[in-house]
Nanobody, 125 residues
Framework: QVQLQESGPGLVKPAQTLSLTCTVS??????????WSWIRQPPGKGPQWMGA???????YFSPSLKSRTTISRDNAKNTAYLQMNSLKPEDTAVYYC?????????????????WGQGTQVTVSS
């Protein structure tokens, strides 16, 4: 059973960079066909798929966030990372790490089988 744990700062100032960590347990981050995604849910809105890193290191991003987002991983630590720069108040959301095993990347939150508990990120001065 895959388990995911997000961690990161709860409060970030506008224009700063957000860095989040997703620690994976229960399986290897490099196991074939796993996709490790970041999904966020702003207050009062539905979940938004942000991007993913695959078992082989391939990355995909939401076009609307691609210019500000980096997703990376550390295989030795079995950990994935999200960085987003130039934060705005509208980036305030609960950020989730999610995993799915598929031959294709899924860009819909409902497709993901494994979820972390989420971490609240508030962008405010």
């Amino acid at each position: 059973q895959v388990q995911l744990q997000e961690s990161g700062p709860g409060l970030v100032k506008p224009a700063q960079t957000l860095s989040l960590t997703c620690t994976v347990s229960g399986d290897s981050i490099t196991t074939n066909y796993y996709w490790w995604s970041w999904i966020r849910q702003p207050p009062g809105k539905g979940p938004q798929w942000m991007g993913a890193i695959a078992y082989d290191g391939t990355t995909y991003f939401s076009p609307s966030l691609k210019s500000r987002t980096t997703i990376s991983r550390d295989n030795a630590k079995n950990t994935a990372y999200l960085q987003m720069n130039s934060l705005k108040p509208e980036d305030t959301a609960v950020y989730y790490c999610a995993a799915d095993r598929s031959t294709l990347v899924h860009k819909i939150a409902a497709a993901y089988d494994y979820w972390g508990q989420g971490t609240q990120v508030t962008v405010s001065s």
